[in-house]
């Protein structure tokens, strides 16, 4: 097949262009005629001393490599494929002891601890609580008039409530850890003024709080997670830095991509008006699933190869960095009939926005999908004639599909 033309210039993670939109017409030209690309960058445009990465662009590529740490590493270059160009590399490394930067063995050691957080008997003894707190933001919502921004007043306030009942943040303190996160992800976005340096400063506040809140159950231990992971480390639990770098990820990994699900989900009920009809009528148990693959609300994360090898038929070099394309695999024909309609019967459903499998698959997806369902629940009984005001306004990001803004009336 021949190689598809690209324009000059043209990368993935461009985040000019994913403030616009995510690619799906190039994606699907790859995935059809050559699944992993090279894509050239300018030494540095991404924070790396290199010259570009490989685009993986198809579904069965980007599970391969998802589940082949031992050829693939989040360590060497972490997870993230792009940050800003002036970042130094300290900054980069520094990020290593983040879960999503880490490979095995350590990951599996931290990995094995906190994933005492998500257990099935923790989710289901937090649902009440949360259902409550959806009719709540729904009705909230409801009673507002004219038009608002259904990220700010709907999407943003289940996952931030629901990551504070998780590890017993004070519901006064979420709007702190709205604006750390915030802050820590839109450092590529002019609207918010936000440099790297300010990035770091929110991760270290935030990395700060949650270290005295592991000092304090130290001290006085109580019925909750946070005593669960902290209080004895030499019986297996986390260390102080650790359970600050964990709450920091629940900041991003938990609320940033959940928000962003919502509302892209929101956006494509209101776009897809049938859908929403069958939605109010139904509540069919697939839709959170299609809701995320329909959102993907990470467009990739990267690996880093640790040894020559192959790839989809391009050989692939060590230390080579290899983007996997989520938002493509989510739309590959050869694994989902009519990608490009959202369809919230879909089943099966094999997606991959939570992670293409292995040691990184998503350790917060049963928490994700109860709050799709419960918003979603609460959002058709309180607001069922929810309308659109106007377009949705994109972040610019490189590697976060995220919506800022998305003015909506409840009447």
Not at 11 to 17: H, M
Not at 41 to 55: H, K, L, M, P, R
Not at 172 to 192: C, G, H, L, Q, T
Request: contains cysteine.
């Amino acid at each position: 097949m021949p190689c598809p033309a690209l324009p000059d210039g043209f990368d993935f993670t461009d985040p000019d262009l994913l403030q616009h939109r995510v690619p799906f017409p190039e994606f699907a030209e790859l995935r059809r005629a050559e699944p992993v690309r090279w894509i050239p960058q300018t030494v540095n445009v991404a924070g790396f001393q290199d010259e570009g990465y490989w685009a993986v662009t198809r579904h069965a590529d980007v599970k391969y490599v998802s589940t082949h740490p031992e050829l693939f590493s989040s360590y060497l270059n972490t997870a993230i494929i792009r940050f800003n160009e002036h970042i130094e590399r300290d900054a980069i490394d520094a990020q290593r002891l983040i879960l999503l930067n880490m490979d095995p063995p350590e990951h599996t050691r931290v990995r094995q601890i906190v994933q005492r957080v998500f257990t099935p008997r923790a989710i289901r003894a937090l649902e009440d609580n949360l259902r409550a707190r959806a009719l709540a933001i729904a009705a909230n919502a409801r009673a507002r008039t004219g038009s608002f921004d259904f990220v700010t007043e709907v999407a943003c306030e289940l996952p931030l409530q629901a990551i504070a009942e998780l590890i017993g943040i004070p519901q006064d303190d979420r709007a702190k850890i709205f604006d750390w996160s915030n802050k820590m992800i839109s450092y590529d976005d002019p609207e918010y003024a936000i440099t790297e340096e300010v990035g770091a400063e929110s991760a270290t506040e935030l990395i700060a709080y949650a270290m005295n809140m592991a000092a304090d159950r130290k001290q006085c231990p109580a019925k909750d997670i946070v005593t669960t992971l902290v209080a004895a480390e030499d019986e297996g639990n986390l260390n102080s830095d650790e359970f600050g770098f964990f709450v920091l990820m629940l900041a991003v990994a938990g609320n940033e991509t959940t928000r962003n699900a919502i509302t892209h989900g929101m956006h494509a009920f209101l776009t897809n008006p049938g859908q929403w009809e069958l939605y109010k009528r139904e509540r069919p148990a697939t839709a959170a699933e299609e809701i995320v693959r329909w959102a993907t609300p990470v467009n990739s994360f990267q690996r880093t190869a640790t040894q020559d090898t192959e790839l989809g038929g391009k050989r692939i070099r060590k230390g080579d960095r290899v983007g996997l394309f989520y938002a493509s695999a989510n739309h590959d024909p050869d694994v989902f009939e009519n990608p490009d309609v959202f369809d919230i019967t879909r089943d099966p459903n094999p997606h991959l926005g939570f992670g293409g499998g292995g040691p990184h698959y998503c350790l917060g997806k049963s928490l994700a999908v109860l709050e799709i369902n419960l918003i979603f629940n609460a959002i058709a009984d309180a607001m069922p004639d929810l309308r659109p005001t106007g377009d949705p306004r994109r972040l610019r990001s490189a590697w976060i599909n995220g919506v800022k803004e998305l003015q909506v009336s409840a009447g």
